[in-house]
Nanobody, 115 residues
């Protein structure tokens, strides 16, 4: 099993930037494609960005051109660089793998964008 810990969230003004980090404790992290998800209370969790084992990336249309996902397999880390943030990006952000049974979800990191 892999333990996930997200960090880097906060309160930012619209148009600002944040960099989220996710550290995974477990040896299988580097063998999996990883995604960043976000969830607003009362809504379904949304997948916003993915990165393959080899580094290929994909983005939801809502964040394309503004968010960049990256990973450092040597450190078991995945990052989400967010820029040009909008109030609608406000959510709790989580990382997890994108195929197979979900690992246990971490506590997430809250991102709040003010208008």
């Amino acid at each position: 099993q892999v333990q996930l810990v997200e960090s880097g969230g906060g309160l930012v003004q619209g148009g600002g930037s944040l960099r989220l980090s996710c550290v995974a404790y477990g040896s299988t992290f580097r063998l999996n494609a990883i995604g960043w998800y976000r969830q607003v209370p009362g809504q379904q969790r949304e997948l916003v960005a993915t990165i393959s084992v080899g580094g290929s990336t994909n983005y939801a249309d809502s964040v394309k051109g503004r968010f960049t996902i990256s990973r450092d397999n040597a450190k078991n880390m995945v990052y989400l660089q967010m820029s040009s943030l909008r109030p609608e990006d406000t959510a709790v952000y989580y990382c997890n793998r994108v195929a197979g049974v979900d690992w246990d979800w971490g506590q997430g990191t809250q991102v709040t964008v003010s208008s």
